[in-house]
Nanobody
Framework: QVQLVESGGGLVQAGGSLRLSCAAS????????MGWFRQAPGKEREFVAALSWSGGSTYYADSVKGRFTISRDNAKNTVYLQMNSLKPEDTAVYYC??????????????????WGQGTQVTVSS
């Protein structure tokens, strides 16, 4: 079993940056693909970014490509989402997810084995 806890959310002005962290406990993350998703009020869940278990392959939604970076530190059992040039439309609750398969975290319809509780990101204009 894996427990995921996100942190790092908050309120930031447009153009600013935040770094989200997702810390795992219970089991190592090193053999899991990791993903970040987000959901804004009244909207469907949206895929944001994913990372293979080795960290060698990364994937991004077109809406965040070039602005967000997903990374992992397996020694710390933690995954990060660096978010730069934030826009008001990035406002959402951000969730991290883990799955033994990359397919389990790679799209909005994915069904990861593990989810975090979410962290709120609010970008003011």
């Amino acid at each position: 079993q894996v427990q995921l806890v996100e942190s790092g959310g908050g309120l930031v002005q447009a153009g600013g940056s935040l770094r989200l962290s997702c810390a795992a406990s219970g089991r190592t993350l090193s053999t899991n693909a990791m993903g970040w998703f987000r959901q804004a009020p009244g909207k469907e869940r949206e895929f944001v970014a994913a990372l293979s278990w080795s960290g060698g392959s990364t994937y991004y939604a077109d809406s965040v490509k070039g602005r967000f970076t997903i990374s992992r530190d397996n020694a710390k059992n933690t995954v990060y989402l660096q978010m730069n040039s934030l826009k008001p439309e990035d406002t959402a609750v951000y969730y991290c997810a883990a799955d033994p398969s990359l397919r389990g975290v790679l799209s909005k319809s994915a069904t990861p084995s593990y989810w975090g509780q979410g962290t709120q990101v609010t970008v003011s204009s």
